[in-house]
């Protein structure tokens, strides 16, 4: 099967029990200040989970777009991406384990034909200082599913000293089963929901840890080893329990939160031990082959240079699609590290051209028939990727020259120098090291890494300051910030036009901060007209409710929402807040006041520019 079919698969199975479809968000959280990008399916379904209703009811599948910026330095090997689909499905205090682990191991071993007897998996070990009992339930799940496939199943103790054990279900501690947000510990926030979790492995054959070429072949096997013969390719969360004063206790309604990697199913379903052997990535090899004049091999010297390229570009291209321009700042920074990555190990396999859009143009053409916006925005998606290549070649220059004249005036590069010109002017180390290394010198990795440490507890000293108190924490604040946000997007439509669309937000007890759509810098005189415009409809008092609304009604009442994009798919209903009768009516699913007159008076703080084509604005009530 390709990603398609495997996507189509799981979506029809899961809807045929019952769950409506919903459409992939976008990669920018939407009032979600607690993080940059989307990075796992179940983010945009916090708020359901913790106990808000759903729009379209208690049984929710997707496949969800995400991106984890953490492991960029992980991209080379045969399995970790940085964009990925993720295919979820949730209940919202409906079915529980026993019906979600039947069907999950039927659409497995049935719909897209997985060998049972290569299947494997972990459970909840228990944890007796949080009183957390071991999972025994699921076990015995377990081994009913399997023993209808003629499996018997041993369940042991998760060793890695012990290896498999002649096991098949595996007891493991909360670093590897148990789920929230910042997992089983004291630092766990009051009212964070979690659970015990149970994993799924793919076991693709002990032959790969045998090969003559593994590292690991004299070493014990097992599910969590990195010796290439098994695959994670799917999480189930049973989200039975929230962090209280008192401790952890059962939740009312106990929710199930499924998310397993469409392109690690994919890579299962064709037995290829090699994520970017599959369908998804075919078009891209194929133009680097041509770029390189060089072909893709799992085993060869080129595969990491292949891969860092065909993960980078194809998240950037979908970065870009949501909003994100490359730059220095928050999300941009990333997807300018990305491209930058790119380029690089382009050079390294020997392409002479300028090659991202060329790259960026295979992966639109690969996603765009489920994801409509790549074709819409493709024009700007290229040109940025392009634009971006150029500057970067261009630093490469600059870095280069900058090397030549610290090598002359010392005669050497230092761990301190290397992090300059990383930091100063993006070269990255791995250059900085090939060029020490011409000269007959090696850097000192570890002063480096110290220097490099530095500046990333400054940067996430200042990140905590920048996303503390959030709209996750639904103060009473930050809930008139949002309800500001909404004003103030009205407002900027009304003073600059219908073109102006919200391109992220991030919200905190203190300010809001709102990205929109719009290619010139705001005067004094609109500055002032958005403030009073605004101003002027929290003094009339407007109430603020919601209404539950179908998608073609939400779009005759004038409602604000990227539609096609977002919305296309759901055939369902959508949520929608009104602000007076007629003043702002935007998809929303967060909290709000219940009056604007609750906000107080609204200034605008800051305007500035985030990138080509989107300003940002900085405001406060007081």
Known sequence: MNLKDVRKKYLEYFEKQGHKIVPSASLLPENDPTTLFTGSGMQPMVPYLLGQPHPLGKRIADSQKCFRSQDIDEVGDNRHTTFFEMLGNWSLGDYFKKEHIKWMFEFLTKEIGLDPKRLYVTVFRGNEVFGIPRDTESVELWKKV???SGIDSLDVDFSERDGMQNGRIFYCSEEKNWWSRSGVSEKMPIGEPGGPDSEMFWDFGVE????ENS?????QCHVNCDCGRFLEIGNNVFMEYLKTEKGFETLPNKNIDFGGGLERITAAQNNTPDIFLIDAFASTRKKLEELSNRSYDSISSDAKAFRVIMDHIRAAVFLIADGITPSNKDQGYFARRLIRRAVRFGQKIGIQETFCSQVGNEVIETYTEHYLNLEKQSKTILEKLD???KKFLKTLSKGEREFDKIFSEHGKISGQDAFLLYATYGFPVELTEEMAQEKGQEIDKQIFSQEFSKHQELSR???TEKFSGGLADHSIETVKLHTATHMLNQALRMVLGDHVFQRGSNITHQRLRFDFSHSD???????????SIVNENIQKNLPVHFEILDLEE?????????????????GGKIKVFFIGESFSKEVCGGPHVENTGELGHFSILKEESVGAGVRRIKASLT
């Open 208 to 211: 790969l840890k045998l090969h």
């Open 554 to 570: 939400a779009k005759q009442k004038g409602s604000i929402g990227v539609f096609d994009d977002k919305y296309a798919q759901l």
């Open 461 to 463: 000293a200042g990140s």
């Open 387 to 389: 634009d971006e290549e």
């Open 521 to 531: 810098r705001l005067t004094d005189e609109q500055i002032k007209k958005v403030e």
């Open 215 to 219: 590292q690991y072949k004299n070493e």
């Open 146 to 148: 399997f023993a209808e």
